[in-house]
Nanobody, 127 residues
């Protein structure tokens, strides 16, 4: 069973950047798409970004498109979320997730499609 650990969160001023990492604790035998979600206080968890196993396809929420970039290094079992031009409304706990896929280029956007989740890392953007 894959275990995911996020890191890289913290406090940053509006307009700044952060890079989140998500490391899998063990190599998985299957093919996994990876995703990023976030949850702000009093709000439901929302989709942020996803990336296919082969890294060839990505998808982003409209609210972060053009500012966030996700990538992955399968040799290191790590996925990244580069966040730039951060806004106060980006403040949330960020979670990474892994979901089995049939195809190497498949991406997943719904939380129900992911089987494994990290514990989350706090991102706070001060205005």
């Amino acid at each position: 069973q894959a275990q995911l650990v996020e890191s890289g969160g913290g406090l940053v001023q509006a307009g700044g950047s952060l890079r989140l990492s998500c490391a899998a604790s063990k190599r998985t035998d299957g093919v996994y798409a990876m995703g990023w979600f976030r949850q702000a206080p009093g709000k439901e968890r929302e989709f942020v970004a996803s990336i296919s196993y082969d890294g060839g396809r990505t998808n982003y929420a409209d609210s972060v498109k053009g500012r966030f970039t996700t990538s992955r290094d399968n040799a290191e079992n790590t996925v990244f979320l580069q966040m730039s031009s951060l806004k106060a409304e980006d403040t949330a706990v960020y979670y990474c997730a892994a979901g089995n896929t049939v195809y190497l280029s498949m991406i997943l956007s719904s939380p129900q499609q992911y089987q494994y989740w990290g514990q989350g890392t706090q991102v706070t953007v001060s205005s």
